[in-house]
């Protein structure tokens, strides 16, 4: 009678431990599936939010500029704008782009849209390498040359060296070449006077009153080929060579008594 009582008590103990084995493990496994569905929804969410892009992809933009006059057309509008945004004088920075740039015919301006030739530093967007104090230097890379434009301006606002050019005038174009000169922009020592000219000879003070001015296109009885747009690195040499002329024929056209030439300055190559 004792063994059946006992047999009886084991098995009403292996009974109740099974069933409670089986809540237990119920229990876990829905803890398990509410996890992974909480886990589900926020990978769900974090991939939701890495599709979209930092920025809209736009199409590479490239401008065919065929002289000077065009430049200034083209993007006499944006310096302004960046005159209103940052307080840069649009004559500045228009004289600055047409310099740097070849009025946008040099090889950075025309791969790269980089109007200004800022180099990489911190950048981490798409670049291009071209030989300038060094051979192979890195350069910013642009989708379009507005952005160039933009990158100039903070480039100037942004660092302590130039502050200064911002308590001049916004009309004192003449006070902005010699300050950027003086603050390390540029080591070319005619660098102002440079500036200074371009700015007199196409009268882009005009801008600096902050609203577009049409300035109208030179005609030209000459197709663009009959003209180059000297770029750094041109010499008269260089520039003979390439379109098959003499030196002196080409500065007998030009009128030149030297041999010096100035980035942006335009060379008639056909008599």
Known sequence: MKQIVVLLLVMSVLVSCGSRKRKTSSSSKQHTEYLKSRKFRHQKTESKTADVPEETEEEVVHLVITNTS?????????????????????????????????????????????????????????????????????????????????????????????????????????????????????????????????????????????SVVNTPTRVQSRSSQDVHYVVKGDTLYSISKRYNISVQELQKINGLRDTNLSIGQELLVKS
């Open 70 to 210: 065009e430049y200034i057309q083209v993007f006499g509008p944006i310096a302004v704008e960046e005159m209103n945004f940052y307080h840069i004088p649009a004559s500045i920075t228009l004289a600055q782009g047409i310099l740097e740039s070849g009025s946008g015919q040099g090889r950075l301006a025309v791969e790269a849209n980089n109007h200004f030739g800022i180099k990489c530093h911190d950048w981490t967007g798409a670049s291009i390498h071209h030989d300038d104090d060094e051979d192979q230097e890195c350069f910013r890379k642009y989708k379009d040359a507005k952005y160039s434009y933009r990158d100039h301006s903070l480039f100037l606002s942004e660092r302590k060296r130039y502050a200064g050019l911002f308590e001049l005038d916004i009309d004192d174009y003449k006070g902005w070449a010699k300050g950027l000169r003086a603050a390390g922009y540029a080591t070319d020592r005619k660098y102002p006077e440079k500036l200074i000219a371009l700015i007199e000879r196409y009268k882009l003070y005009n801008y600096d009153n902050g």
